[in-house]
């Protein structure tokens, strides 16, 4: 298979029907590692031949689809609060690794880390190379994005079109086994799964996001994990229970 590079979509542009142009990081890296015009290369889910290199940027002209390895056939999307130092790093890295297809980092009330429009930027970007990076590492050949951060407001909303969503709350008694059920009597297939920050929601933001329908809150037992361990947690059993 040809050596396989991963790029961001943001560092993409159609050119021509079947030619793309890349930026970024994985244009230094293809030429760190000596390819050249004529070569082949895998970029995201596709084979492409290299048809001109310059300093910032490589034009590719499309191949083939490349082989998928590692790519979980279900669509699960991780909401998860924007938490604090390199954690969410760290949560983002082993959610790739077990099979979230999409991460949409938010903040509510509780959240402390508060970002300015330039630093989100920043760290949305910082995020999505540990996405890619984590990617590589676990040899699945498609690509998580990471996606700007949202405000409460906007969660909700963008909650709504998600055909499940399991919310982790300390608070509920509600069984995940009878909810996971449910998923796979339904063969649901599109699923969200929220978690909040360090100090969790407040009490009438859970309210709120337990009034959306298809938003279901779960238990994860009785002891309060921190974010990082229930994300893990809830995303390990819902991979194994549809058996990714
Ligand atoms: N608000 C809580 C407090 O300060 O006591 C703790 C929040 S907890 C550290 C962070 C997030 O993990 C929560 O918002 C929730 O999504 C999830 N979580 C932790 N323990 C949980 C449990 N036992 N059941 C369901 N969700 C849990």
Redesign the pocket.
């Known amino acids: 298979m040809a050596r396989r590079f991963v790029v961001n979509e943001k560092d993409i542009s159609n050119i021509n029907e079947d030619t793309i142009a890349i930026y970024g990081s994985e244009v230094k890296h293809i030429q760190v590692l000596r390819f050249n015009v004529g070569d082949a290369v895998t970029v995201n889910d596709g084979i492409y031949k290299i048809v001109e290199m310059k300093r910032d940027t490589v034009y590719l002209q499309y191949i083939k689809k490349a082989n998928e390895v590692g790519v979980p056939s279900s669509n699960v999307t991780l909401y998860i609060?924007l938490l604090k130092n390199d954690k969410l790093d760290f949560v983002i890295q082993k959610a790739v690794e077990l099979g979230v297809k999409k991460i949409v980092p938010f903040t509510s009330s509780?959240v402390v880390v508060k970002l300015d429009d330039k630093s989100r930027q920043k760290r949305i970007e910082k995020l999505n190379k540990v996405a890619i990076e984590a990617c590589k590492q676990c040899g699945r050949t498609d690509y998580v994005n990471v996606l700007n951060v949202l405000n409460f407001k906007n969660l909700k909303e963008t909650l709504k079109n998600e055909k499940r969503v399991l919310?982790?709350?300390?608070?509920?008694k509600d069984s995940l086994k009878k909810e996971i059920n449910d998923i796979k009597e339904e063969n649901i297939n599109d699923i969200g799964i929220?978690?909040?920050?360090?100090?969790?929601?407040t009490e009438s933001e859970a309210e709120e996001l337990k009034n959306i329908e298809n938003v279901k809150c779960?238990?994860?037992?009785?002891?309060?994990?921190?974010?990082e361990?229930?994300?893990l947690n809830?995303i390990s059993i819902v991979m194994y229970e549809l058996e990714e």
């Open positions: 609060a509780n919310f982790a709350y300390e608070a509920s929220v978690i909040g920050a360090e100090g969790g929601f779960v238990s994860l037992g009785t002891r309060i994990l921190r974010a361990t229930a994300a809830l």
